[in-house]
């Protein structure tokens, strides 16, 4: 028989155990090490080498095709950590030691820091699975209408101080989700043009007003536009959620 013969006294089932353990030792050292392609700061604050987080190397760097003709990207990489890190932020440290907080020296709102910072994503819109961008106006989507709930169309816009900043022209909706994420409002009440995008999150929708505490009359210029007027970019989105959000902690009366 083949087991007597070829094998002998071999054990099979220890083997195959020992077998198994191998691989899954393997599989839990790839995914570890996969795991740390993206997140892991390859610099500290002050631009020294960060310390690993894990008893695990790096991984190798892995090249990546990006969809749509977006080019490629290079993860773990130091030049994609540069072109994803600021190093401009006004802030000043409250510690000598690594990881304490740090407090804004400028303007807060403006500079983009605290509550209202904001990270460098892609400066292009994000894309549907048929390579549209997601988050479009809805004036120029054929089908799409207010089902349920208040139309904030032609309704005042109201700031935290009470004052009346403009009027809601639009919604913009994430096509694919069918929701709505921004509320497009001319800072002008009879109509000049002059748009900002609300993150709906943010806002309140009453039966004679949109509420918008988080700013008040003398912040919405501030309200960082967009370049197109039917399509709004990743970081442009993040610009525009960062300056509402931090509103709530440094927006003032004056």
Do not use: C
Not at 31 to 60: C, F, I, M, V
Not at 104 to 132: K, N, Q
Not at 193 to 198: E, N, Q, S, V
Not at 202 to 207: E, H, N, P, S
Request: net charge negative; charged share 25%; proline share 8%.
């Amino acid at each position: 028989m083949v087991g007597n013969t070829f094998f002998g006294d071999f054990d099979l089932a220890s083997a195959a155990i020992w077998m198994f353990w191998i691989f899954f030792a393997g599989l839990v050292y790839y995914l570890q090490t996969e795991n740390q392609r993206e997140g892991y700061p390859l610099k500290d604050e002050h631009g020294d080498p960060a310390a690993s987080e894990s008893l695990l190397p790096l991984p190798k760097p892995k090249t990546f095709k990006l969809r749509d003709g977006r080019g490629v990207l290079t993860v773990p990489s130091a030049a994609y950590e540069a072109a994803k890190t600021r190093t401009d932020l006004p802030l000043a440290e409250t510690g000598h030691g690594g990881g304490g907080p740090l407090v804004p020296t400028g303007d807060p709102m403006v500079d983009g820091v605290g509550p209202a910072a904001w990270a460098p994503r892609r400066d292009a819109p994000e894309l549907d699975a048929e390579g549209h961008p997601k988050i479009r106006p809805m004036a120029t989507l054929e089908g799409f209408h207010v089902s349920a709930g208040r139309d904030p169309r032609g309704l005042p816009v109201v700031g935290g101080d009470g004052e009346v900043i403009g009027r809601i022209t639009d919604m913009w909706v994430d096509v694919p989700e069918q929701m709505v994420r921004f509320m497009a409002v001319d800072l002008n009440p009879e109509g000049s043009g002059k748009t900002r995008l609300i993150p709906m999150n943010l806002a309140k929708i009453g039966t004679d007003r949109v509420t918008v505490r988080s700013l008040h009359a003398h912040n919405w210029d501030g309200v960082p536009q967009i370049k197109a007027d039917d399509q709004v970019t990743l970081l442009e989105e993040e610009k525009i959620m960062a300056y509402f959000a931090g509103g709530t902690l440094y927006a003032t009366d004056h």
